[in-house]
């Protein structure tokens, strides 16, 4: 991995994140924005960032916009309902036996305070159950609003699996900064928008609010950059996956068809570079928010392992991972997209070309045969 993306992928998977609580993310991108004179950064009224590269000449009529979220399920401290007992608001999709006993940490000043979760406050029963609020017994006292996430190793970078406490989606975030990065340094032509938005893991509310507030230009096409549960067929190691659908819907065929031609242009110039296809109805991903929102959108995701920290086969809270492997080869499509985004058409070339070749290559034939 090239030096500057593995710093800017650790330093990214260091950083504290919950729904409605992104601010450490939000005042990376901002430095990150700052240092590189060929972006340009706006912020909407509900705070997602949209992040604007362009080099060159001509103008493309449909640019891609790639879309990340900032948080990742955790904690919001409330209020320390006794000297060491603190009440923390929980947020994001992890099930409930996952909670009492699980150690969480929470940046107070310079360091961290760190805790035990001793009960939960959840609404529903049995699996339809979500966690709403946590009793915390925690080491000194915890300020309102500050950010508790699981006290997890910070991130590992090895030569297969990238370790975290959260991929999901500081990986997806990360490999567009990566892409960024690239971009700048190597100079490369085209034009390409970034969106980073908030408060996905309680219902897409970012990315509703930036359809809402018109961020996202309307000639774009937009590619949801998510982390996936690992799924027979999808496996972590073998490509970043192109995802087709979710479990709510399927998304724009044009746009799909488009990130898969530019993968396929990238297998046949680099040997190192592999993809997969899939349907990923684990979840339900912001594609499908873009989609019903009136926008050509498609994802791309990592195969992600440990899925919202839940380690299911010793039944407790675990970093995620994703594979080193799948995270560069996200990082060079991301860069081949922006690079190609001059020949996305709406409909897919290719394959339209390919049948009328068959079709008339077997004209006669069929007329003849019947
Ligand atoms: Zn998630």
């Not at 430095?31 to 997602?48: I, V």
């Not at 007992?85 to 107070?108: D, H, K, T």
């Not at 392992?305 to 994703?322: C, F, L, Q, T």
């Not at 290559?361 to 069929?366: C, I, N, S």
């Amino acid at each position: 991995m090239h030096a500057n993306h593995r710093k800017v992928l650790t330093e990214v998977l260091s950083l504290p994140t919950v729904p409605f609580g992104e601010h450490a993310v939000i005042e990376y991108i901002r430095r990150f924005c700052k240092r590189r004179p060929a972006l340009s950064l706006t912020e909407d009224q509900a705070g997602n960032m949209l992040v604007r590269y362009r080099r060159g000449r001509g103008t493309i009529r449909h640019p891609v916009c790639l879309t990340a979220h900032l948080d990742h399920p955790g904690f919001t401290a409330e209020r320390m309902t006794g000297a060491r007992n603190l009440r923390a608001r929980w947020r994001g999709g992890v099930r409930r036996e996952y909670f009492v006993g699980s150690r969480i940490r929470f940046p107070v000043g310079d360091r961290w305070v760190r805790g035990v979760v001793k009960s939960v406050r959840a609404r529903g029963r049995g699996k339809e159950a979500r966690v709403e609020t946590a009793g915390v017994t925690v080491g000194s006292p915890v300020p309102k609003g500050a950010v508790g996430m699981w006290d997890l190793p910070g991130p590992r970078i090895g030569d297969r699996l990238v370790r975290a406490p959260a991929c999901d989606d500081l990986a997806g975030v990360a490999g567009m900064l990566c892409c960024l990065e690239h971009l700048c340094r190597q100079r490369v032509a085209g034009e390409g928008y970034f969106l980073f938005t908030r408060a996905e893991e309680v219902g897409f509310i970012g990315a509703l609010a930036a359809c809402r507030l018109r961020t996202i230009p309307a000639k774009c096409i937009v590619v949801a950059v998510e982390t996936s549960s690992e799924l027979p067929g999808a496996r972590i190691g073998n490509g970043p996956v192109l995802r087709v659908g979710d479990r709510t819907s399927v998304y724009t065929p044009a746009a799909t068809a488009f990130c898969r031609t530019v993968a396929d242009g990238l297998v046949r110039r680099d040997r190192s570079f592999a993809y997969q296809r899939k349907l990923m109805d684990g979840g339900t991903c912001e594609a499908a928010v873009y989609c019903e929102l009136g926008f050509q959108a498609t994802g791309i995701c990592l195969a992600l392992g440990n899925y919202h920290n839940m380690d299911v086969k010793r039944r407790r809270i675990a970093s995620e991972y994703v594979s080193t492997g799948d995270f560069e080869n996200l990082e060079k499509w991301f860069v081949a997209l922006v690079k190609s985004g001059r020949s996305y058409t709406g409909h897919d070339r290719g394959f339209h070309a390919r049948l009328r070749k068959l079709e008339k290559e077997h004209a006669k034939l069929l007329r003849a045969t019947r």
